[in-house]
């Protein structure tokens, strides 16, 4: 229980102890290094390249990473980007999404997880609502 709280108050003064590994330092500006496109992971450290088809989580720490902001709603959900959509894919790649990404399932994470969770999540049912009215996926597309 008290663990990350001594930890995080042993980094804030500048103690660490010897043989821990540490982690990556978040800066004063990290919300606007984590909303960035950076290719490195915001809690090791580590790579995690912008190959991967879903980029949601690090490969080395599994920490959950901030939402791509140039990824179009048609990519997220996995569908062509036509008028013509599967609403029974889309659906089962909405309930597939969320299950990863719900806010509910990061409530013992970090603040910074917990964060990206509710970005990612809102992302998602926006994506969601958007492309199963045919309506606003047209809208979407035109625009």
Do not use: I
């Amino acid at each position: 229980m008290w663990r990350g709280r001594v930890g995080a108050l042993l980094r804030v003064w500048g103690f660490w102890p010897t043989g821990v590994p540490r982690r990556r330092l978040l800066s004063c500006d990290a919300a606007s290094q984590a909303g960035s496109n950076s290719p490195h992971c915001w809690n090791c450290g580590g790579p995690w390249g912008s190959g991967r088809e879903d980029r949601f989580f690090c490969p080395q720490c599994r920490a959950l990473q901030a939402p791509d902001p140039t990824r179009d709603y048609f990519s997220l959900m996995d569908c062509n980007r036509s008028f013509r959509v599967d609403t029974a894919k889309l659906q089962h790649r909405y309930q597939q999404l969320q299950r990863l990404v719900h806010p509910d399932f990061f409530s013992q994470r970090s603040q910074t997880e917990k964060d990206f969770s509710e970005k990612h999540s809102t992302l998602v049912n926006d994506a969601y609502k958007t492309l199963l009215a045919p309506l606003s996926r047209g809208l979407y597309l035109v625009s």
